[in-house]
């Protein structure tokens, strides 16, 4: 069993990467744009770990906040724009799974096919005329929100693009992690990017948090009494089948309010030494260390 237990923290992934590939580390973030050439590495290829996570990676639109308060029409607009296929199999190299909802597959109560939102451009331009802004016009600049590092970059330079079609101009304000949650929880920045993993496997741990009125966690401020109503009462459902019901309906509601944009299902990129042993990753990404031993030849 291990004695001791380093970690290390490096200011972005690749860094850990070049360290993990030195022999200095046993486990490590794989980077994104590396992902495919080191599962194809004849040494390094059976040491990575691209299984699905419980967790979802999403644009939170400011629901307070202008232009995306009372337009539901701007935000459905903006929800069809999106080239999710295009995130998950060219940038992020095919790691990720399209996303059916707010909860991720492998929660129990999960069901395919609650958003209706799929990459649409002809219907991303029709929403947005509805919305009173047809072709773009008169609609500002949006400032797109994103933390430095793992990829996001990347992610936003496509979603511009993609606004770029409808017409939409889109400004990337990249910050660091800190500086980026204060300008997304005060309203500095309306439009961002941000994820969410299980903290517990339950329904409830994705939709209560970040559609709550009143959670810490909701950080776009989606603010709708009925479901706030129906989360307390689902809270109380002792029934596991009717608790499930009264929480695909509330997923169904808050995703056609159409307050963020679900981007996709996260799936982990990792890497470990093949001497490590009884290492046993959950699907929240968790692991006990107790059981782990080293076996080098």
Not at 111 to 132: C, F, H, N, S
Request: hydrophobic share 40%.
């Amino acid at each position: 069993m291990l004695e001791t237990v380093k970690y290390v923290i490096f200011a972005d992934e690749d860094t850990g990467f070049l360290e993990y590939k030195a022999g200095n580390l046993e486990y490590c973030q794989l980077p994104q744009g590396k992902i495919q050439v080191t599962k194809d590495d004849a040494e390094l290829g059976d040491e990575t770990i691209t299984d699905p996570m419980l967790g979802i990676y999403y644009f939170a639109m400011n629901y307070e906040a202008e232009p995306f308060k009372g337009n539901l029409a701007l935000r459905e607009a903006l929800n069809y724009a999106v080239d999710r296929q295009n995130i998950i199999d060219v940038i992020s190299e095919g790691v990720p799974s399209v996303a059916s909802g707010v909860v991720p597959k492998g929660i129990v109560g999960w069901i395919d096919g609650q958003t209706k939102y799929v990459y649409d451009p002809e219907m991303a331009a029709q929403k947005l005329e509805e919305a009173g802004y047809p072709g773009g016009e008169g609609l500002p600049v949006i400032q797109f929100g994103i933390n430095i590092g793992s990829g996001h970059e990347l992610v936003a330079e496509a979603v511009q693009a993609d606004f770029a079609e409808i017409g939409v101009n889109v400004e990337i304000v990249a910050m660091d992690w800190g500086t980026a949650l204060e300008a997304f929880q005060n309203g500095t920045i309306g439009f961002f990017r941000l994820g969410w993993q299980a903290d517990y496997p339950t329904m409830d741990n994705f939709i209560f948090p970040l559609f709550h009125s009143t959670s810490s966690d909701n950080y776009q401020g989606y603010n709708n009494p009925e479901v706030d109503k129906m989360l307390i009462e689902a809270r109380s459902i002792a029934d596991e089948d009717e608790r499930i019901a009264k929480y695909r309906e509330i997923e169904k509601i808050v995703l056609d309010d159409s307050a963020f944009i679900l981007v996709y299902q996260y799936g982990m990129r990792l890497m470990l030494k093949d001497y490590v042993k009884g290492f046993e990753l959950s699907a929240a990404e968790n692991y006990d260390l107790s059981t782990v031993y080293f076996e080098k030849e």
